[in-house]
């Protein structure tokens, strides 16, 4: 690999290339909270499971979420299993292409619904993606 202080560049692929990428994909990552379904969930993990992408697709089967100011009551989504979780909070966006919000993925593994542009009925689809790096 080139020195990019003795004047060369390092090529992004020559990193890429020797990298310890190992891609895993798992379909079966948490499970759905009361009041919601899970249609699809998917993770995709590398660099030893400190990468983390994120998808998932819930569907509403409870009682409407009430919006008001685009803030709703803070409602748990979905508990992501030990090896999916990030090392502290961050938040991803929601939606499901006209409604939009922010959810929060916890350090325990709880994805939290944290603001939506409209009221959430009961069948509505919602839509989660994230991707993130963990210390552990």
């Not at 020559?14 to 969930?41: K, L, N, Q, R």
Request: net charge negative; no cysteine; glycine share 10%.
């Amino acid at each position: 690999m080139a020195n990019a202080q003795a004047g060369n560049f390092t090529r992004v692929t020559d990193i890429i290339d020797t990298a310890v990428v190992g891609i895993v994909e798992d379909t079966t990552i948490g499970t759905a909270a009361t009041g919601f379904s899970t249609s699809s969930m998917v993770a995709r993990t590398a660099l030893g499971g400190r990468l983390v992408y994120l998808e998932l697709f819930l569907n509403r089967t409870g009682a409407d979420i009430t919006q008001t100011n685009s803030n709703v009551t803070d409602t748990l989504m979905f508990t992501l299993d030990v090896g999916y979780r990030p090392s502290e909070t961050i938040n991803a966006v929601v939606g499901n292409g006209s409604i939009v919000g922010e959810a929060a993925i916890n350090a325990d593994g709880t994805v939290t619904l944290r603001a939506a542009s409209y009221t959430i009925t009961s069948g509505t689809n919602v839509r989660l993606t994230a991707f993130f790096i963990t210390s552990s």
